[in-house]
């Protein structure tokens, strides 16, 4: 079953443009499309604007801005597309993901421009209404836009967050516990001393002292800080970090040229000579021959699926 993950519509290459084009992403529809369901939206086709239409653009309170016509301010669409959206935003909890079109003024994410009355953009830059809506009513759910999934780390952060966000809805529909929220941070360890050390020993703490925290409240504050973490892109210092606490796991079992390899291809990534995959590679190859079962419930050793490929870039 593929993981649902919304998307701007003319991602995909529906021409909903204001200018009845398309901003077709092939990293969604080729590679992404193998394991995501993804659910199109044009917010500004849903509130009724045709293909084409006048531009609209965001003037004002960076923080709640007027939508208008560029060029005629006297065009407001503001209360339709904000209705619109904060009605959307409240239907999308089956979604594990959300990829927006960049610099939109309904679905920009980052760097969104709002006009002031100089004619100039805010110096701060803003979010599209539509995008504004779904991370404000779902500040955990992975987001990301289709410009920076170019970026081989952004994107590989934003697809594991998905994977790890889809793992735990499985794990709320299984039922929650104390005992399956623990068993579940056991298994992202390792991501999470790649993403944020510091919060590892933290989210550790939070569960040690789990006695008296009713099990909703804990689950919420737990994912709350899981997500919030793993949104942090790992480095290849934090990364080198991980894969020498993973060959730890092997010294009474490996020859000595076999940790001599190993070591020097750790070193190799460290100093940015070959990608992370290589030693993963390797580790995966050692831990096969010689299981442990600790480490083969670590969802570092694979995120998502290997033929996305997506350590092979960074």
Request: hydrophobic fraction near 35%; glycine fraction near 6%.
């Amino acid at each position: 079953m593929k993981i649902k993950v919304g998307i701007s519509s003319c991602l995909l290459g529906n021409e909903v443009r204001f200018d009845g084009g398309h901003k077709h992403s092939r990293i969604c529809s080729n590679d992404l499309s193998r394991y995501f369901e993804f659910i199109a939206e044009c917010p500004e086709v849903a509130i009724g604007l045709g293909i084409p239409r006048k531009p609209i653009r965001l003037v004002g309170d960076i923080n709640a801005p007027q939508v208008v016509a560029v060029h005629d301010n006297s065009i407001n669409h503001t209360e339709k597309l904000r209705q619109f959206s904060e009605d959307k935003a409240k239907q999308v909890s089956d979604l594990c993901g959300y990829i927006f079109m960049k610099n939109s003024p309904s679905c920009g994410l980052f760097r969104v421009k709002v006009y002031q009355d100089n004619g100039y953009p805010a110096q701060e830059p803003g979010r599209g209404v539509y995008a504004k809506a779904i991370t404000d009513s779902n500040p955990y759910l992975p987001v990301e836009e289709s410009g920076r999934l170019t970026d081989p780390s952004l994107r590989e952060n934003f697809i594991s967050r998905v994977f790890a966000y889809h793992n735990w809805q499985l794990l709320k529909q299984n039922g929650l516990s104390h005992h399956a929220i623990i068993d579940f941070h056991s298994s992202y360890k390792y991501s999470l001393m790649a993403h944020d050390p510091a919060r590892y020993v933290e989210l550790g703490q939070l569960l040690a002292d789990k006695a008296d925290i009713d099990i909703d409240e804990l689950a919420n504050r737990y994912f709350g800080m899981l997500m919030t973490s793993l949104s942090k892109v790992a480095t290849r210092k934090t990364h080198t970090n991980v894969l020498m606490h993973l060959q730890g796991y092997l010294k009474k079992v490996l020859s000595s040229p076999e940790k001599q390899e190993l070591a020097m291809l750790i070193e190799r990534y460290r100093l940015a000579e070959i990608p992370l995959i290589v030693p993963i590679t390797l580790l995966q190859h050692h831990f096969n021959n010689h299981p442990d079962p600790y480490i083969a419930k670590q969802a570092y050793l694979q995120p998502y699926p290997d033929d996305l490929s997506l350590r092979n870039a960074i």
